[in-house]
């Protein structure tokens, strides 16, 4: 069945209570029915069952998990209105309605549809009714220190113990539900499930969530003495290979794109539109100290303005210090805040650090991100967050899909967007065993967030775009000779944009009449689900662009060139501001005006190359085990593994890609 919010009217809820009868549950929800007596009607929650139960490794199933096992949980509170939250957040992202772009303020939203102290109160003691300890209250949640034995009693399920090599965990293997009296009153559970909750010798961890970014080649023994020519500009330069698919040269990639060639292919360069008055946040774990420093420095390497004072800030989680402890993804980090200044020169920049490790006690990997974003809702920091962070959908169960599903209803209804980069592993599939299921990324895959794709941008040199591609690239290793290939063209799958159907959520209202039947429904063989990722840009580090920062180790600068749907994401977070000014608002949560978008000159409808026209280039990249050697590539263009380009919508870059029009376009509107 798709994942529905316990909100939708699709929600399966059983039976009916008097008032009364309903009061004296909640005051004594630890008391089992009289003999003979009616079971109380319940409420069924989003499934805690995790995908990697019944995964092709799975752990091994060691049976009924002991009672005595402790559990930490976020209880989530549904607020006054989930089912109104819901309808309100979908009318004010709807451009054919009347109500579209009339957000509320963070109060107003915490007023109509927020919790409260009496549901609060209600839930906390209906907890505390089974022996469990509330150890924690917010706007949005309840924590909860609990035993197996009163997890399973209160939310009528049964919990399992798995073991792996290196540790035991616990989850769910049936439903999770709750008396109907609390069925509109509790949302979802997080924590009944962790893979690695008892290691022997280490700090329980969850599975490490993916990050979208660019992918170094994996070095191979051999290794040349020499970097391979690079362009200024796409087809500048090309280089003599040995024979390959009737070619005997191939363009050289470029030496990393400059933040004018993007603002000149994107549109930027001489328009009125910068993102001035708009924010865009940035969230991540860790924190690069230099990062402003950095980019000014850059910036000022390429001739253009960096940060005009109080333009970038940052905002770190309570426990960010304790929990990072100065850790910092730096090439990253450059990217992202760069990428959204070279796109929109006049936003605002708030980095939003989220917590560092893994989510002790909750298995997901993800919660320091979601409280990352909810500080950004609650706060209304930016009208754009962009985000690389994903975990494989297969590993996110529906229990914590409801709770970010509840926090970006809140972020639409102020008029505040999420894009998500869609991930550099192409369908997934290369290197897993047969039978692999094709992967898809959450967060990037909610119903309510923007997943962002990838392409290889060719740009001219006079600035223009002469050329787009699906991001994708099948490589081939040249021996250091160059007279040959350590594998034979095209040799195999490196990297590329990530997409295609989820398994778990349905097909959201803006993708139907657009997705094609054959995606959403998996050729006819299922429910039509959601489809990612929505939109594209330049993405493939063969186009990338340059940043600039200073390596925490080491203290020594450098420029580089970045890539991946981490770059494609905040490419279109910035493009975002800027047509906001354009148009005098927030777009909010974008997807429904992206999709009206399509066939317009907004949006580049990305097709297949040409049969044998697909270009290929030759690569370098360092081996970063032997300094001052490279590796040298031959890379064929556009096979992004089982994602395909077609006209019109398609699972290797959504709509298309944001153009040179994408901006002006909502002056007109």
């Known amino acids: 069945m798709p994942y529905q919010h316990p909100s ?34 319940r409420t069924d929650l989003p499934s805690a069952v995790p995908g990697w139960v019944s995964a092709q490794q799975a752990p091994t199933d060691t049976g009924a998990a002991p009672g005595s096992w402790t559990l930490s949980l976020r209880v989530y509170l549904a607020g006054k209105d989930p089912a109104g939250l819901a309808r309100a957040a979908r009318a004010v992202s709807d451009p054919s309605g009347p109500d579209y772009a009339h957000y509320l303020t ?11 102290q009496a549901q609060t109160a ?57 008396p109907a009296a609390l069925g509109h009153d509790i949302s979802t559970v997080i924590g009944l499930d962790n893979p690695s909750a008892n290691e022997p010798s280490a700090t329980p961890t969850a599975p490490a969530p993916l990050r979208s970014r660019t992918v170094k080649a994996a070095p191979p023994a051999v290794t040349g003495p020499e970097p391979q020519p690079c362009s200024q500009w796409w087809g500048q330069n090309s280089s003599t290979i040995p024979a390959a698919g009737g070619r005997t040269t191939a363009v050289d990639q470029v030496c990393g794109y400059t933040p004018q060639q993007i603002r000149d292919a994107y549109g930027v360069t001489n328009s009125p539109y910068t993102g001035k008055g708009r924010t865009v946040a940035v969230v991540l774990d860790g924190e690069l100290p230099t990062m402003e420093a950095d980019a000014d420095r850059f910036f000022a390497s390429q001739g253009v303005p960096g940060f005009a004072p109080g333009q970038y800030s940052e905002n770190l989680a309570p426990t960010f210090a304790a929990s990072c402890r100065g850790s910092a993804d730096a090439q990253e980090e450059a990217l992202d805040v760069e990428t959204i200044h070279i796109a929109a020169p006049d936003a605002k920049v708030v980095y939003v650090g989220a917590d560092c490790g893994e989510d002790e006690g909750y298995g997901g990997g993800s919660l320091a991100f979601l409280d990352a974003t909810t500080r950004i809702v609650d706060q209304h920091l930016a009208d754009v967050a962009t985000d690389s962070f ?13 709770a970010w599903d509840q926090m970006f209803e809140q972020g639409a209804l102020e008029g505040i967007g999420f894009d998500y980069a869609s991930g550099d592993f192409g369908d997934g599939m290369t290197g897993e065993p047969a039978g692999t299921p094709p992967m898809v990324v959450f967060p990037a895959g909610d119903q309510w967030a923007t997943s ?17 591609l699906a991001w994708g690239n099948d490589a081939a290793q040249l021996d250091p ?30 993708q139907k009449g657009v997705v094609p039947a054959a995606l959403t429904t998996a050729g006819g063989t299922a429910p039509a689900h959601r489809e990612q990722p929505d939109i594209s840009a330049d993405a493939d580090p063969a186009s990338g662009w340059l940043t ?8 020594s600068y450098a420029e580089a060139m970045g890539g991946g749907t981490s770059g494609s994401s905040p490419l279109i977070a910035a493009l975002e501001v800027d047509a906001a000014q354009a148009s005098g608002h927030a777009l909010g949560f974008a997807n429904p005006l992206l999709y009206k978008l399509r066939n317009t000159p907004a949006i580049r409808d990305i097709v297949p190359a040409p049969a044998g026209q697909a270009p290929w ?18 890379s064929l263009f556009d096979q992004d593994s089982t994602l395909k380009a077609a006209p019109g919508y398609d699972d290797a870059t959504g709509l298309g890609s944001a153009t040179a029009d994408f901006v002006r376009s909502f002056a007109r509107r």
Do not use: C, N
């Open 8 to 41: 939708s009217p699709h929600a399966r809820r059983t039976g009916a209570m008097t008032a009364a009868a309903a009061a004296a549950l909640v005051l004594a929800g630890a008391v089992a029915p009289a003999a003979g007596a009616a079971t109380p009607a």
């Open 106 to 116: 963070p109060a107003q939203a915490v007023q109509r549809y927020g919790t409260d």
């Open 122 to 178: 209600k839930v906390s003691t209906w907890l505390t009714g089974f022996g469990m300890h509330v150890t924690g209250a917010d706007a949005h949640y309840l924590t909860v220190a609990a035993t197996v034995d009163e997890a399973q009693r209160a939310f009528a399920t049964t919990l399992h113990g798995y073991a792996h090599p290196w540790s035991v965990g616990y989850a769910p293997v049936s439903g999770v539900s709750v």
């Open 390 to 402: 994903s975990t494989a959908e297969s590993s996110t169960t529906p229990t914590t899909m409801a």
């Open 452 to 468: 962002v794709g990838g392409t290889t941008l060719e740009i001219g040199k006079a600035g223009h775009v002469t050329g787009e």
């Open 481 to 510: 000779q160059g007279t040959g290939y350590l594998t034979p063209p095209p040799g195999t799958f490196q990297m590329g944009s990530t997409g295609g159907r989820s398994a778990v959520i349905a097909e959201p209202w803006y």
């Open 548 to 555: 600039g920062y200073t390596d925490p180790a080491s203290g």
């Open 617 to 634: 280039v030759q690569t370098y990249q360092a081996d970063w085990e032997h300094p001052g050697k490279f590796l040298t590539f031959l």
